[in-house]
């Protein structure tokens, strides 16, 4: 197989994946959890969707890694600022702990995917297996979140089996993703700020979700015009390829994922495809992407 076309799969299963798993960080019945634990509350509902607190968005998550100090948790979100996040994680640890918040967290996520698809939506158990067979090969080496994901037993429901298997995957490629920015010789406001122009947006929208700076972004932009990547805050032709080598060798790293579901990959998009738009229509994931609640 070509990279193209395994680049091509690999990201079509990593659409097909994303709100199922990521619908978790907008969940309100997560939420609510949280803010039982004495997190805030949602601070603000944008186009329908409920956006996390900060503390128990970077506590609940980092849950999988264990009972970590903020630096720990920085290191493996990547993007953003360290100096917010182990603020937001020391903060976090005085109102709970991480088995805590990851048993919410599971809670929660499960409720939300119950009430929007209901408890065995059509094809469960074989999406069940297909995302079972895709993680298969996978190895934990380099892949901090991953791995955490694999230290946990899947919940003992078909909806829930469904969501912690796709989350493995979706972390997985999101270590692949740091990995290949971060070989790449990119900072994690780098990254940002080129990232958003690949996707279409523009320069220092989405960005600023990650907590950054002006100073830092104006330095990082600097530095990526100094290097030939932007002009006039735009990418350029150089700098377009370089982001787009970002995502291929994501791409490459996600070939177990492909090799694994061979000729059924078809299959499990078809299954997957209609759940995420379910869940996009019921508020519970944003229209196309994270990316829609910049601004």
């Known amino acids: 197989m070509t990279d193209a076309k395994n680049g091509s799969r690999a990201r079509a299963v990593a659409a097909a994946v994303e709100p199922l798993a990521a619908q978790v960080y907008f969940a309100p019945e997560c939420h609510d959890a949280y803010q039982e634990l004495g997190f805030a509350p949602s601070p603000k509902t944008a186009r329908s969707v409920a956006l996390p607190d900060g503390p128990a968005y970077f506590c609940s998550r980092g849950s999988l890694l264990g009972q970590v100090p903020g630096q720990v948790v920085a290191a493996a979100f990547a993007v953003f600022n360290p100096a917010v996040v182990v603020s937001a994680v020391t903060h976090g640890w005085t109102l709970t702990d991480a088995a805590t918040i990851c048993a919410a967290r599971d809670a929660g996520a499960i409720a939300q995917l119950t009430r929007i698809l209901g408890p065995q939506p059509e094809g469960a158990d074989r999406a069940a297996r297909l995302l079972e067979r895709a993680g298969s090969e996978l190895r934990p080496e380099g892949r901090s979140l991953y791995a955490g994901l694999l230290g946990l037993e899947p919940p ?71 290097c030939g990547l932007l002009a006039d805050g735009a990418l350029t032709e150089q700098g377009r390829t370089a982001r787009e080598e970002v995502e291929r060798a994501t791409d490459r790293q996600c070939r177990p994922i492909v090799d694994a579901l061979g000729d059924d990959l078809d299959e499990l998009l078809s299954i997957l495809s209609p759940w995420g738009a379910a869940i996009r229509q019921a508020g519970g994931y944003p229209a196309s992407g994270p990316h829609d609640l910049a601004g």
């Open 156 to 226: 003992d429901d078909p909806i829930g089996t469904v969501w912690r298997l796709a989350d493995r995957l979706r972390e997985y490629r999101g270590d692949a993703h740091t990995a290949s920015w971060t070989a790449a010789g990119f900072d994690g406001v780098e990254i940002g700020l080129l990232t958003e122009l690949y996707w279409g947006l523009a320069l220092r929208s989405y960005v600023r979700t990650r907590a950054w700076s002006d100073a830092d972004l104006d330095a990082a932009e600097a530095r990526l015009t100094d």
